[in-house]
């Protein structure tokens, strides 16, 4: 099912800024029996994405209305809900006072492997480079064509994620993920003050570990860093926790750290 502004259609003015420019914003959510998870979580990362790009949030109770619509048949999901600045003429200028576009859709959960997060999954770095843009970073905007590029760079059912670097050489992020290293027990994960994006499952690997006294650190990551890594994992709202057994040639264990995390995290799913 989808919802256009509240309507069910499936069809978008294609005088749009998002479809024209990217000009917007997207979240997507788990849903379990029916109901988007962490759903306060994703809403507050729109509303601060939206603020920055100066495009006017939507109101939370209509957006959960609309949500409950889209997932009313009550089983598992994703929620994918896009924010554009609405329709607009040729030209990069803003109108003056925008009219924002709601999409929320509902799509079939994917088939990931159920022993991912208990077998650890192979990864491969991308040549495809995330450009800087500090304007941009940390929100989840609707300007994906790095990440496109990126996953297409391979079809080797066997590789589940591709790690990015950024344009000056530093580790960022998966394409579809945030990446987290484990060394003497502490946890690492990549600085994305210059690209990249705050996932909500990210931040909640951070809070949940220094809550278990696991000390955090964000921080610019080079390669070197993930070769001597004790632990590598990925991590977005979907998938969860996916610990590495492999990246190019290189290769780890489930350890700790990350089993503790994949527990903690499933411990609080569903709320």
Partial sequence: ????????????????????????????????????????????????????????????????????????????????????????????????????????????????????AEQGVRLRLCRTALGLNPALAGIKHLNRLEQVLARSEWDDADIAEGLMLDSDGRLVCGTMSNLFLVRDGELYTPELTRCGVEGTTRARVLETAADHGIRCHITDLQLDALWGADEVFVCNSIIGVWPARQVEQHSYTRGPVTRRCIQWLSATDGS
């Fill in 1 to 116: 099912m989808m919802l256009i502004n509240g309507e069910e259609r499936t069809q978008l003015d294609a005088t749009d800024r998002g479809l024209q420019y990217g000009d917007g914003l997207f979240e997507t959510l788990a849903v379990r029996d029916g109901a988007p998870e962490h759903w306060e979580r994703h809403l507050r990362r729109m509303h601060d994405g939206a603020q920055r790009l100066g495009i006017p949030v939507p109101d939370p109770q209509l957006l959960a209305e609309e949500a409950a619509r889209v997932c009313h048949d009550g089983g598992r999901g994703v929620l994918k809900i896009i924010l554009t600045r609405g329709a607009g003429g040729r030209g990069y200028r803003s109108p003056v006072q925008p009219t924002p576009t709601r999409v929320l859709s509902l799509h079939p959960w994917p088939d990931y492997p159920a022993d991912h």
